[in-house]
């Protein structure tokens, strides 16, 4: 007979489901810019080996970042995933310092086999966040403080399907079919606290985009003797014109006492008008050599081309980002050892990122060191993640804002046999 599913996988991602909401928080000032801050921190399996999965693939783990992995998948077995996702992050110029956290739900994925050579993947999580609100106060002469207010909140999801298809036992060629959706508000407000007979500006822009995303991947894996493999990966997206409407408006006013506002005129409005915004093309590369599950080292490249970037037509402060991580694993695990920490898999990881901000004459960059664990839970394959990231970002020169985060994941990935006849003794 066919074996039953057990429960406890499906229970453990409906909790994480029904905990962890999308909220958003005062994250960053550089969400202002293009569609947020992009989410590339993937699962806790790729984060704490500094976010490498171009050339990675395991039975254990789905490893979205290159769609060819799937391949990796057992034949036999569904694999379920599902994390948590949270930063704390400590912002600072050259004359003040502020602070803010998020924590929300960071992926919930399933991957499972069609037949021996095809292999499939379904998940969603986030993909870009903003989250801001900056206040500038200036003195004019003769009208006295001038106070611009920018402050914006939502974020994009990327619900995908992928497959992947083995050619020879050693080639894998993959895509992710994603569709992305949500809405990114920005507010911009104008006000004159000390005069009465100016009016204020107030600018409210909300972008919905809604369409669909793809990207290839392809993985070439060689073995040699004593159990060591050699695997390398490419992924690409091209240039894709995203769907998108927008609202606009832009009106004057009278501050109130109370609070409220005395609109004086409508300087512009517009209600769910249809446009695209480009999301540019990319590419990346990476290497990894592994000795079964013993240990594994591995370095990637990935760049895209923000230069191509219009919203509506119109391009932001953005230029092309380009990313190197390095990151492994190790576990001590022997044939015969059965002490519970030689069963943990440990984890390490390097990242250095050029942003695709370009502010003031600055590109802005960050770095990031990481590690983590891999629990495994008794009596199966299945295992408890935990990931930690620790860096930096941007820079106080130029009247810029210097980052330091503290970034982490938790997550559990459920390995469980479906499709194993059971006899009975």
């Known amino acids: 007979m066919k074996a039953k599913p057990r429960h406890l996988s499906i229970i453990i991602l409906l909790l994480i489901c029904a905990l962890t909401g999308r909220s958003q928080n005062i994250n960053s000032p550089y969400s202002y810019f293009g569609l947020g801050d992009l989410y590339n921190y993937r699962t806790a399996f790729n984060m704490s080996m500094g976010g490498i999965g171009l050339a990675l693939k395991s039975p254990l783990y789905i490893n979205y970042a290159n769609p060819a992995s799937y391949n990796g998948l057992d034949t036999t077995s569904f694999v379920f995933e599902g994390g948590l996702y949270g930063d704390f992050i400590n912002s600072k110029t050259d004359i003040q310092t502020a602070s803010s956290q998020n924590i929300q ?8 086999p069609i037949t021996k050579w095809w292999k499939s993947s379904l998940g ?34 990327q619900a995908y399907w992928g497959n992947s298809v083995t050619f020879f036992k050693s080639l894998s060629l993959g895509v992710n079919a994603s569709y992305l959706f949500g809405s990114l508000y920005h507010d911009q407000v104008i006000d004159f606290p000390d005069s009465v007979n100016i009016q204020s500006f107030r600018l409210r822009h909300k972008l919905y985009v809604h369409d ?10 060689h073995k040699f003797k004593n159990d060591l493999s050699l695997t390398v990966g490419l992924v690409y997206n091209y240039t894709t014109n995203l769907n998108a409407t927008r609202d606009l408006l832009a009106e004057t006013f009278y501050p109130k006492f109370d609070g409220s ?6 300087v512009q409005f517009s209600l769910d008008e249809e446009g695209t915004v480009v999301y540019p093309q990319s590419y990346g590369a990476g290497i990894a050599l592994h000795k079964g599950n013993t240990w594994l080292v ?11 970037y219009k919203s509506y037509g119109l391009s932001d402060s953005l230029t092309k980002s380009r990313n190197i991580s390095v990151g492994g694993y190790y576990q001590p695990y022997r044939e015969g050892i059965t002490k519970y920490w030689e069963r943990i898999q440990y984890r390490f990881g390097f990242r250095y990122t050029q942003s695709y901000l370009q502010l003031r004459g600055n590109q802005i960059s960050e770095f990031g060191v990481t590690f983590g664990v891999g629990l495994p839970v008794r009596g199966s394959f299945s295992t408890f993640n935990l990931a930690v990231e620790i860096g930096q970002r941007g820079t106080i020169d130029e009247g810029l804002i210097k980052e330091n985060f503290v970034r982490f994941t938790l997550g559990v990935a459920m390995f469980e046999r479906w499709f194993i006849k059971r006899k009975f003794q």
């Open 261 to 266: 506002d005395d609109i004086q005129d409508t």
């Open 298 to 308: 591995s370095g990637e490249y990935s760049t895209q081309d923000w230069n191509e």
């Open 105 to 112: 739900l960071g992926y919930l994925l399933m991957g499972f």
């Open 124 to 157: 969603i999580r986030p993909f870009s966040e903003m989250g801001y609100l900056i206040v500038d106060e200036k003195q004019q002469e003769n009208i006295g403080r001038v106070s611009y207010n920018y402050e914006g909140d939502g974020g994009l999801n």
């Open 212 to 221: 669909f995303l793809f990207n290839f991947g392809l993985q070439y894996t």
